[in-house]
């Protein structure tokens, strides 16, 4: 079982930038993938961008080019670069691990992108 706390998440004016950040605790297995995603009321959780243990990254289309994941071991934080933020980006943004058949998520963090 894994937790994940995020953080970072605010009000900014279009146009502008955010960083997301994700800490994690437990046992994180040496395959597993860590992602960011997003949802807006009433609609489905977004996958924006995926990190497998191997180096892999996929982004979303809605976000490629934006949007960018990192991750520090070290830190046990995962990250969340948002350039080029518009008002369509504004939703609760959460951290996410699968590994071994198993999701965990964070509670989310709120982002809005003020016009």
């Known amino acids: 079982h894994v937790q994940l706390v995020e953080s970072g998440g605010g009000l900014v004016q279009a146009g502008g930038s955010l960083n997301l950040s994700c800490g994690y605790s437990?046992?994180?297995?040496?395959?597993?993938?860590m992602c960011w995603y997003r949802q807006t009321p009433g609609k489905q959780r977004e996958l924006l961008a995926a990190m497998s243990s191997g180096g892999n990254i996929n982004y979303a289309d809605s976000v490629k080019g934006r949007f960018t994941i990192s991750k520090n071991n070290a830190k046990h934080t995962v990250y969340l670069q948002m350039n080029s933020l518009n008002p369509e980006d504004t939703a609760v943004y959460y951290c996410?691990?699968?590994?071994?058949?198993?999701?965990?998520w964070g509670q989310g963090t709120q982002v809005t992108v003020s016009s």
């Open positions: 437990g046992i994180i297995l040496s395959m597993n993938t």
């Open positions: 996410n691990v699968y590994m071994n058949n198993r999701n965990d």
